[in-house]
């Protein structure tokens, strides 16, 4: 049982739900404003270390206990093919290419939706940010200390 009050814990749960919405925000205008995978990918590791935080380790383990390590490999996986596909297409490494789709609904122009290849490079960043600080989190969140030692 974590050591937390209530209070605590429901202002973790309202934190997070703001953390996630600017996080992903932060990763979608990567490409055109500041912003990016990285520092959205540490916004969301840092709402879902105040869950950590506010809950217990132990507690949100047995609800969600994702396998932060194969966040990082596989965020790491696609920001290098994103990287290096461009060179199968005749390009230079980490080209980046963009396009407009037209979003329509019963034959009415909504309004155009922008795809930025970088973005797919944000997204790659994002997932190894968030696993590797979340590995890191949960590593040190879960060592007891040298045997012998008593708190």
Known sequence: MASTTVITQTIAKICLMIDMLYS?????????????????????AAGIGL??????????????????????????????????????AGHKYFRSAFDFIPVEIGGMHLFELELVSSMFFDLGVYFVVVGGLLFIATKLGTDKGPEGEHE
């Open 51 to 88: 869950i950590y935080v506010a809950y217990g380790l132990d507690d949100i383990k047995k609800i969600w206990n994702p396998d932060w390590h194969m966040w990082f490999g596989y965020g790491l996986l696609f920001a290098s093919i994103t990287a290096w596909s461009p060179l199968s």
């Open 24 to 44: 992903i925000d932060l990763l979608l205008i990567g490409g055109n404003r500041p912003g990016g995978g990285f520092i959205g990918g540490v916004l969301c």
